[in-house]
């Protein structure tokens, strides 16, 4: 009974830590300034990469993407 409570507890810390909230934040400058704020749930790893993907320039126009 404690080994199937200790497993238990090891797989609930271990899926709580893997995905979480991040803010990403896209700041427009050029043409239109100003930015808008969206959140993902995801490893930060991956939701780094998700929200710098958003990020551009073109025209005079600038899109800069980060997590907060």
Known sequence: MKK???VAAV???GLSS???DYTCTCTYT?????SVSTTVTAT???AK???ESGSSSAGGNTVTCKIN
């Open 44 to 46: 930060k790893k991956d």
């Open 4 to 6: 199937l409570m200790l």
């Open 18 to 20: 893997c995905k979480k």
């Open 49 to 51: 990469s998700s929200c």
């Open 11 to 13: 797989v609930a810390v």
């Open 30 to 34: 050029g043409g239109v300034t100003g």
